[in-house]
């Protein structure tokens, strides 16, 4: 019982300050996440302007926003991808959805858009697992509507650009099995229960389906779980671009990978976007007007901005003109910062708003104007995704061009 | 916490007295394993000889000496099936087998034998799960080492002459997937940590691979797990012949079934084939000198059985003349009542050694013969299966005959 106790105590000490798990993203007395202090708890690293140059130069385009704005932040072994690319090694992009929902919002599409520029710039394979599995079992969904959703989901994922010869989606109800279930029993056996407990905080009336999913969310990040994509290339490396919630999955992950005989995956981690109503954590998929969904019209987008999104302007215009917006707090600058491209424009408007100069309503004006058109963008995309070609990138299938 | 520790309390209290599980069977204070208590303990109930009586009249065949002799002493809704199949509907077989060794023993057999015979009586489908899986968790096997236990424990199987049209034999690591993935997913929602604590004693230390297994042995009890089987049939019962250490397994699968809209699966279940040594349990396969291998020579038999075999005899021949042999601890006998299918003949042999006018010596020389001639048939029948008919019986396919 004493080393039961012992083994879940440095997890329960983070519990005290803040808590960040896949299902829980919780500031310490309800305030803004302390993203330094998480970097420092998971042992992971911080991306650095030295990290963020080194990519200009390899790839020889200019960073993505998200990487000079420090959306993806933090990451595990990064460099180590980057000396490999050097050597002229290629490696191959893992991420994933829980498909809970049919509409995603802003936050869901982060990840998505961050990777089709890995892709993009570093010409590699992607695969894309959809967890139908997990939601059928967290959210209590039938296997049916898991499997509606993951298809649904796949078409807003297909509709960021990706490569349909270099990408493979799949859903774990489709592809679980084979080379993939055997790497399941593998990282099974490396990971006892109290570590789980430990690292995700389930409790004895949880049921053993929770318990037996790690392992699934684990192992596409070996490439011996996808024989027909990458045939005797059991070497190859994988980087995981995610948001920094999913890291506990990849600490158990990293942990095991050596005592299979397999690379440890290297991570590239992003802060989470945060609701309208302000910055203390995700955007809930409950309250429909916390975010702004793919789905949402431009008048949808104005009234929501308009409405609820957070203001770190002053009560008053003279006292605004006066102090200044505070940036620290305010969501229409936090939301330019993610999809404004244009550094020059953004710093003016640091400026300009910081100082006063400029109001809210300008602000908000703008990010409405940034959203609608990324949001039509991403529609007028999605809307010629048709069930062929969900077909297509779910497809089973060898990959020739991979590696062109 | 009070909650957990009321629902593990019942299995805890089984242990102070016997404790039968898949991986021990111990019985009170190092004596006989009580099976009138195991089957209160467990709730199943005792076949009697009218269940007997009605499987001789459905079948139109004499019962199994299996059968007969009780071997095969419990069952959980045996009547159900056989209510069903009077009124014209079918039904199918799952058994199985945790591929750890090379060379099967006699106890090994017993389902298999006793398998066969229900299929050909009921003539009715049957499919084989390797849980190739499981030993490579539960054994320390590399998954290749299990896979090919899985193969060659395949040929003695094969050997016990089942149907190649009625029957489908495969491992955990070629056929999880699909079907089979998305029960196993139903299945592990409905059951808690401290439910298969309860049930099967695992610890915080055990890996999670171990408490990922239970659905993966349960679900075979579902037609919709083999829908290339089974097309269109899910409501097709299910009877599980097993030794009744198996039971815990079948308990929390027919404690789920309804809630996730399937039958509860009947069971027959056997007890337990005795070491050579006597018995106080199972055969133990580390021992090789506690069992009577398929592999073993006919010396080798007789070897073992004059050497090992416990007898119930009386020290002198004089003091046996006077008291006869103790039937209740007598291996030879034992091992008779087995699979010595002449009922005269066995109850000549109770009569006569158990009043002393036979000796151990006249017992073990019959039980060498039977045994020899058994061993003998069986390796036989074995060298004759080939890597072709096991890829046969493994494979995926319709089964176009499967209820003719």
């Keep these: 019982m004493e080393k039961r106790e012992g083994e879940a105590e440095p997890e329960q000490k983070e519990e005290e300050e803040q808590v960040v798990n896949p299902w829980m993203v919780s500031a310490k007395g309800g305030g803004k996440i302390d993203y330094d202090k998480l970097i ?13 140059d080194r990519i200009h130069r390899l790839t020889g385009r200019p960073p993505h926003v998200f990487l000079r704005r420090g959306v993806f932040f933090a990451h595990r072994d990064l460099n180590e991808i980057l000396d490999a690319y050097e050597r002229g090694d290629k490696f191959y992009l893992y991420t994933g959805r829980g498909p809970s929902s049919e509409a995603l919002h802003l936050g869901h599409l982060i990840p998505f858009m961050f990777t089709k520029y890995l892709q993009e710039v570093f010409k590699v394979p992607l695969v894309v697992q959809l967890t139908d599995d997990e939601k059928c079992m967290w959210k209590n969904l039938t296997v049916e509507e898991s499997q509606r959703l993951a298809r649904e989901n796949a078409k807003d994922i297909i509709a960021c650009g990706f490569d349909i010869s270099k990408t493979f ?3 774990d109800f489709d592809f679980v099995g084979g080379a993939f279930y055997k790497n399941m029993v593998k990282v099974g056996k490396c990971v006892t229960y109290n570590k789980v407990v430990g690292i995700f905080g389930f409790t004895g009336e949880d049921h053993i389906g929770k318990v037996s999913f790690p392992p699934v969310q684990a192992v596409p990040s070996f490439p011996s779980s996808f024989p027909h ?3 005797g290339q059991d070497n190859l490396r994988c980087l995981i671009p995610c948001a920094i919630d999913q890291d506990p999955y990849f600490r158990m992950t990293r942990d095991v990978a050596p005592r299979i005989g397999y690379h440890k995956p290297a991570l590239i981690e992003s802060s989470f976007f945060p609701a309208l109503q302000g910055e203390t954590g995700k955007m809930s998929a409950s309250d429909p007007n916390s975010a702004i969904y793919v789905t949402d019209s431009a008048k949808e987008i104005k009234n929501k901005i308009n409405r609820y999104a957070f203001s770190g ?13 505070n940036l620290e707090v305010d969501i229409p600058f936090k939301y330019l910062s993610f999809f ?3 550094d020059d424009k953004l710093e003016e408007i640091r400026k300009e708003y910081g100082s006063g100069r400029m109001l809210t309503g300008e602000v908000k004006q ?3 104007e940034v959203l609608t058109e990324m949001v039509e963008r991403h529609r007028r995309a999605r809307a010629v995704v048709t069930d062929e070609m969900v077909d297509a990138f779910m497809a089973v299938r060898p990959l020739p061009n991979m590696f062109i």
Tied chains: 1, 2.
Aim: glycine share 8%; proline share 3%.
């Design 40 to 52: 420092d708890q998971f042992g992971c690293q911080r991306i650095d302007q030295s990290l963020v």
């Design 169 to 171: 989606i799949f859903s």
């Design 229 to 231: 994509l990458f045939p």
């Design 313 to 325: 302007g002053q009560d008053s215009v003279e006292k605004h003109r006066e102090l200044g917006a």
């Design 340 to 342: 404004l491209d244009d």
């Design 366 to 368: 703008l990010l409405v």
